[in-house]
C-alpha cells in the first residue's frame, strides 16, 4: 500500500471513530461519563460499540415499522455487519470502527449477534393489539433477556478493559443484570407506557399487583414492596463491582468505577424516592455525574 492509501484510510478510521464518538457523547448519558476516563483507543473501541449497539436498539423500537419489519431489518444489520468483517471492507463508518475494534480487543462475533438478538426480544407480534407485548413469567426468564442486553456488553466492555483472571467474566456478566435491573425499575411506567413488562409476572401475582397498577402507579403503598424487592435484587448483583474492578486492567479501573458509580446512584436516588418512580423520572443531575466524574479522575491520577 502506498504512503498516500495509507494515509487515505487512517483518515477514514479517524473519521469513522469520531462519528462513534459524538453518537456516545449525544444519546450515552450515563455511561458516557466513564468512556472519558479511558485512554483514547479504549475509549474509541467503547465509542464504536456503543454507536452500534445504538442503531440496533433504534431498529427494534421504530414505530414506523411492524414487528416483522424490524426482526427483517435486525437481522440484514448484523448479516450486513458480518459481510463486512469478512470482505474487510465497508462505506458504514460504524462497521468501520467496530471491525477495527472487534480486530484489536479480539471481541468474538458471537457477543455481537447475541447483543442484537436482545435487541430484537423486545420486538413481539401482538395481532389482537392487546394485552403486553412483553411480558416474561419468571426471573429465569427475564435474566435471560438482562443478559443478552446488558451482559454481553459488558463481556464486550471487560475485552477492551484488559483483564486475565476468566473468573472476570462472570463478574462482568452479573453486573450487566445489575445495570438492567436498575433500567427496569427506573422506567417501569415508561416501559408498561409501551405494553412492556419486565418485572417477572410471578412476582407480580406474589405482590398482588396487576399490570395496570404497575404501569400507573397506584396505590402506591401497594406497589412499594414489589418494587424494593427489585432494588434489593439490583443489589445483589452490583455487589460483583466490588469484586470485578481490580481484575481489569489499571488503566481501565476509573472509567468502570464511574459507569457503577453512576448507575448505582441511581438506585440509590430510587431508594430515596421511596420507590416512587412515577412522578417524575428518576436521574443524577450533570452536576452529580461531574462529582462522580472528577472523582474517577482522581482515582486515574493517584
Same mark, same amino acid.
Given at each position: 500500500m502506498s504512503?498516500?492509501?495509507?494515509?487515505h484510510a487512517a483518515l477514514q478510521m479517524s473519521t469513522a471513530y469520531s462519528v462513534c464518538r459524538q453518537i456516545a457523547r449525544k444519546s450515552a448519558k450515563n455511561f458516557y461519563y466513564g468512556f472519558m476516563l479511558l485512554p483514547g483507543r479504549k475509549r474509541n473501541a467503547l465509542c464504536a460499540v456503543y =454507536?452500534?449497539?445504538r442503531h440496533a436498539d433504534d431498529l427494534a423500537d421504530d414505530p414506523g415499522m411492524s414487528p416483522r419489519e424490524r426482526h427483517e431489518k435486525l437481522q440484514g444489520y448484523i448479516e450486513s455487519y458480518h459481510r463486512a468483517v469478512e470482505v474487510g471492507r465497508t462505506d458504514d463508518p460504524v462497521f468501520m470502527a467496530?471491525?477495527?475494534?472487534?480486530?484489536?480487543?479480539?471481541?468474538?462475533?458471537?457477543?455481537l449477534d447475541q447483543l442484537v438478538a436482545g435487541t430484537e426480544m423486545d /420486538?413481539?407480534?401482538?395481532? =389482537?393489539?392487546?394485552?403486553?407485548? /412483553? /411480558?416474561?413469567?419468571?426471573?429465569?426468564e427475564l435474566y435471560s433477556y438482562c443478559y443478552h442486553v446488558a451482559s454481553v456488553v459488558g463481556l464486550v466492555c471487560i475485552r477492551i478493559f484488559g483483564y486475565r483472571d476468566p473468573a472476570a467474566e462472570r463478574l462482568a456478566e452479573h453486573l450487566g443484570i445489575a445495570f438492567q435491573l436498575t433500567n427496569i425499575l427506573r422506567d417501569v411506567k415508561e416501559d408498561a407506557g409501551m405494553r412492556r413488562i419486565y418485572v417477572p409476572m410471578e412476582e407480580l401475582e406474589?405482590?398482588? /399487583?396487576? =399490570?395496570?397498577?404497575?404501569?400507573?402507579g397506584v396505590p402506591m403503598e401497594k406497589l412499594r414492596p414489589l418494587l424494593e424487592h427489585q432494588a434489593r435484587r439490583a443489589r445483589e448483583y452490583y455487589k460483583s463491582a466490588e469484586?470485578?474492578?481490580?481484575?481489569?486492567e489499571e488503566v481501565s479501573q476509573p472509567a468502570l468505577w464511574t459507569m457503577v458509580e453512576i448507575y448505582r446512584g441511581i438506585l440509590d436516588r430510587i431508594e430515596l424516592r421511596n420507590y416512587d418512580v412515577y412522578t417524575e423520572r428518576v436521574r443524577l443531575t450533570v452536576g452529580e455525574k461531574l462529582k462522580v466524574l472528577a472523582h474517577g479522575f482522581w482515582k486515574r491520577l493517584v
Open positions: 504512503s498516500s492509501m495509507k494515509q =454507536a452500534f449497539m467496530l471491525s477495527d475494534s472487534q480486530q484489536r480487543y479480539q471481541i468474538p462475533m458471537e457477543l /420486538v413481539r407480534d401482538d395481532p =389482537a393489539g392487546t394485552g403486553a407485548l /412483553v /411480558v416474561y413469567r419468571t426471573f429465569e406474589h405482590y398482588g /399487583v396487576t =399490570a395496570e397498577e404497575l404501569g400507573s469484586a470485578l474492578l481490580p481484575m481489569v
